[in-house]
């Protein structure tokens, strides 16, 4: 009985055991998946469960055809490498042949898994876009191929000759851990026969040579001597296997010649962004020899291989590496000694080329140019019928304005403001341009506990927007939409929902619906909690909480019990990573913005489709990476209550957007389906009109001539931002273009001649409904000076009343900075604006004080945007007034360096009438002093 018990003891130990074991092996399973199946999750969570297979399946598709044709063609390889083994150089008598059949099968079940695993993994998307390759219906000059084949087609093919050079080496690396096998499954006494007569015979044979040393003691073994029978034979063997390796070899060296030739038209040489005369008449015939020769090294190979002749097959690669110096070498004689002496007749045919795709790949071959007389003759009438251009002029900068919004409206020190963004509304049934910045968690400053993090600050609340034209008495931005809860005073904006589960800075999951009330918003002493409502988060189940918690590192995951089987975690908040998982194949703008419609907030980020291979395009290198194709094809717009992800084809016709449409019917929506609310607040990116605009300093030259000798090459302005000059950047502003009926949203960058300040052109990219995306050129007359942005700035640093107050200014122990300087088509002419900001040294809020108009020689230096009108045209076209901005009293009000500008003012004025015996002038000024210093006093 002790026995049995002790049998059964054992059992049960044995069955616990095996149970534990089982446990432990099924964890670390789903430790190595735990990524795959959370993303999973979340993809199914969102309604993009076909995108995330949708890599997986191509994956499978390529990948397991692929495993069985290997499979079989490998093991009939190492069958047919084993048999002429056998036949002709050991007996199968002395062969261990089960041992042989596990091992083979084992090399070709590895070798066969590694090629599919590597191919399935790097070309399963360049398989996709060549499957479903959109013409673009416009083909190279050199060719004759449709553009397609380089936006699709050629880098697929380029991965796959690179994954065939590493299928030659494995093939190569299988043979040999082929042969050690089929070594270690016989007797060595096979080859102790004659060894010394066979080494006679064969001493100039080169496959003796080198089966004899792979023979005796290359494989780390004793050395095993073979007789002349069995070294032929293995010889035999192992040219047949060399030749079949050399064909290939030859073959896919000449695929890459082939491929290299495509490459010419993205190359750089000379003055040529492409194929120029050197590349067309000498490179390229070099590279169809290189191939020709490819295909004479291949031919050789079976001949010469077979009779074991093998150093007439190398005559071919050192033929190949003579032909390729020698055109290398051509090359640079004929660039140096027949290109360059002639340069402009010789590559005139290839830089038309240059200009033609370079504009086809930016998208500026349609800029409508127009002629703009920059004259000199607006009146007050043109500024008062104008208004909407100048009721929208920008006073208040970025930076100000984000500062400002930080110090007096982020409420708690937990909120912050990451960025402001600019865009326009409808307020008070008025088109105004606005700036808008979301109230955001800064979880950097929250409580670094996990219940704080997690399940209690899971939201921003609400977002902060002033018009960009108006400021209050003290020079500050005035809010129209302010504090928690949101209040708005102006018709046009409801605020329905102001919660911020998703933005720019919401980087830890959040947990919601738990045991736990989320905090919502403070609300005077007390602080007000809700519970989520909204459709994002994925369900945690009991295996789901173990998956997140295996996957966050966090025991508190699967412990908590705040958590309920009703809770869900809310995954990559952040917008940013939150649309680049989704499509990772897209080039994205860094700054997405922040709008409302219909009481809610999204967030727009603009997509961009991209291409190194467009033929004949100049390269760029911007924030979206190096490219020489660019288009922004689709918008992404994410909700920040919900989360929910909707990507948008702006350009029915763009062909890598309309690709991957069809790679993804179920992601892409045509841009029809979008809410009209949310087209009303389309942008033209910034991102992008920077890189055309730098495009196009060279390339609105279309004549030859005058391009080769860079006559006419433009560069964007410099301005004085803050107190430093630096390169003018795109900027927004609403504006009634010149001959239009009603003021459009648009974007603006002046440009001035290479190396000169007067401005020559002015380039405006348009917002709005159908005018979306077009792209307009004021050009100015060469005949006369138009005055360019650091020649205004110059005028400005002259004028005595401004630099006073700037020096001022400093010396008083403030700083002040100069926003952009913006110009402005009105009518015919051109209107120049630049506020001034003073930070005093008590305040970290910087404040407008005033404003500089610039129009022709004439400067208007005033508190207001509407007095500097007032005094150059006697009409301020609805722009606020010192008598229009109002403090708490009814009276506009002023600050300390009012009164210190004032008591300067008038001591200088003074100091003059003193010198001209004005004494009744003195006397006024001296009464000016003192009040002023009065006021100082008070």
Request: proline share 3%.
């Amino acid at each position: 009985m002790k026995v049995e018990k002790a049998k059964r003891t054992s059992g049960g130990g044995n069955k616990t055991a095996l149970i534990l074991l089982i446990v432990i092996a099924v964890i670390a399973v789903l430790s190595l998946l735990v990524n795959f199946i959370t993303d999973w999750m979340w993809f199914s969570e969102m309604g993009y469960v076909s995108v995330f297979l949708k890599k997986i399946t191509t994956e499978l598709i390529i990948g397991v055809p692929l495993f069985a044709v290997l499979v079989i063609l490998i093991d009939l390889y190492l069958h047919r490498l084993k048999k002429n083994y056998f036949n002709k150089i050991v007996s199968n008598e002395v062969t261990d042949e089960k041992r042989l059949s596990v091992y083979t099968r084992i090399v070709v079940a590895i070798f066969s898994l590694i090629i599919a695993a590597y191919t399935a993994t790097h070309l399963w998307f360049g398989s996709l876009q060549y499957t479903y390759a959109t013409k673009v219906k416009l083909k190279d000059p050199v060719f004759h191929l449709d553009i397609s084949f380089y936006l699709f087609k050629l880098d697929f093919l380029k991965q796959l000759n690179d994954i065939l050079i590493v299928v030659i080496l494995l093939i190569i690396l299988m043979s040999i851990i082929y042969y050690v096998i089929l070594l270690s499954v016989h007797s060595p006494e096979v080859f102790e026969r004659d060894y010394t007569a066979g080494q006679q015979q064969n001493s100039g044979n080169v496959f003796y040579t080198f089966a004899n040393g792979f023979m005796n003691g290359g494989l780390g073994q004793q050395p095993k001597r073979m007789d002349r029978k069995n070294l032929s034979g293995l010889v035999s063997v192992a040219s047949g296997q060399l030749t079949v390796l050399c064909v290939i070899f030859f073959l896919m060296l000449g695929i890459a010649f082939f491929l290299r030739q495509f490459d010419l038209l993205h190359s750089h040489t000379g003055v040529v962004y492409g194929a120029g005369f050197t590349d067309i008449h000498i490179r390229l015939w070099v590279l169809r020899i290189l191939m020709v020769l490819s295909l004479i090294g291949a031919a050789a190979a079976v001949h010469f291989i077979h009779r074991h002749q093998m150093r007439k097959v190398l005559r071919v690669p050192v033929i190949m590496l003579i032909v390729a110096l020698a055109g290398t070498g051509v090359a640079a004689i004929v660039q140096n000694l027949v290109v360059s002496p002639d340069e402009l007749n010789k590559e005139t045919p290839y830089l038309q080329r240059n200009i033609k795709y370079t504009q086809n790949a930016y998208d500026l071959k349609n800029v409508q140019v127009k002629k703009f007389a920059a004259d000199e003759n607006l009146t007050s009438d043109d500024i008062k019928n104008n208004s909407q251009t100048i009721s929208n002029i920008r006073i208040n900068d970025y930076d100000p304005v984000k500062t400002f919004y930080n110090q007096t409206q982020s409420i708690r020190q937990y909120y912050t403001f990451n960025d402001v963004d600019v865009d326009r509304y409808k307020l008070n049934n008025k088109l105004t341009q606005t700036y808008l910045s979301v109230r955001e968690i800064d979880e950097s400053k929250i409580s670094d506990t996990w219940l704080n993090r997690h399940l209690k600050y899971t939201h921003g609340y609400g977002y902060t927007m002033s018009q960009v034209n108006a400021v209050t008495s003290s020079g500050q931005p005035d809010v129209v939409v302010k504090n928690i809860p949101p209040e708005s005073k102006v018709s046009g904006i409801s605020i329905k929902q102001p919660r911020v589960y998703f933005g720019e800075m919401t980087n830890d999951y959040s947990l919601v619906n738990t045991k736990e009330d989320e905090f919502d918003y403070p609300d005077g002493t007390r602080n007000r909690y809700t519970k989520y409502k909204g459709t994002a988060g994925i369900r945690l189940n009991p295996f789901a909480r173990l998956m997140f918690a295996i996957r966050e590192k966090s025991l508190k995951l699967l412990v908590s019990t705040n958590l309920t089987s009703k809770s869900r975690i809310i995954i990559y908040r952040n917008v940013e990573n939150r649309v680049k998982k989704i499509m990772p194949y897209l080039k994205y703008e860094n700054d997405p913005y922040a709008v409302t419609a219909n009481g809610r907030l999204y967030w727009i980020i603009d997509a961009y489709t991209t291409s190194t291979n467009y033929p004949y395009s100049e390269p760029y290198s911007g924030t979206t990476g190096a490219s020489n194709y660019i288009r922004n094809s689709v918008k992404v717009v994410v909700d920040a209550y919900n989360g929910t992800v909707r990507f948008y084809v702006m350009d029915q016709n763009e062909p890598i957007a309309k690709t991957y449409q069809k790679i993804y019917p179920k992601l892409f929506r045509n841009y029809s389906e979008m809410p009209a609310e949310l087209k009303q607040h389309i942008r033209y990116p910034n991102d992008l009109f920077e890189i055309q605009a730098k495009i196009y300093s060279r390339y609105h030259m279309s004549n030859v001539r005058v391009f080769y000798q860079d006559e006419d090459r433009w560069s964007v302005a410099d301005e004085i931002y803050g107190t430093k000059q630096q390169q003018m950047t795109p900027n927004y502003y609403i504006v009634n273009l010149p001959g239009e009926k009603d003021a459009e949203f648009i974007n603006s960058i002046p440009f001035t001649p290479k190396s000169k300040q007067n401005m020559t052109a002015l380039m405006i990219a348009r917002n709005d409904g159908k005018n979306y995306g077009k792209i307009l050129l004021y050009e100015f007359p060469k005949s006369k000076t138009v005055y360019g942005p650091m020649q205004v700035e110059a005028q400005i640093d002259q004028n005595t009343e401004i630099s006073q107050d700037f020096s001022l200014w400093s010396s008083a122990g403030s700083q002040y900075s100069r926003g952009n300087l913006f110009v402005i088509p009105i009518k015919d002419s051109l209107l120049y604006v630049e506020p001034v900001y003073l930070e005093a040294s008590n305040s970290a809020i910087p404040e407008v004080k005033r404003v500089i108009v610039v129009y022709g020689d004439k400067i208007a230096y005033e508190s207001t945007l509407g007095d500097a009108l007032q005094e150059l045209f006697g009409d301020n076209g609805g722009a606020d007034t010192s008598k229009t901005v109002k403090s708490g009293k009814g009276k506009k009000s002023k600050s300390q360096m009012d009164y210190i500008r004032e008591a300067q003012k008038a001591y200088d004025a003074g100091q003059s009438a003193l010198k001209e015996g004005d004494w009744a002038g003195y006397g006024k000024q001296m009464d000016a002093l003192k009040e002023a210093l009065d006021h100082l006093k008070s």
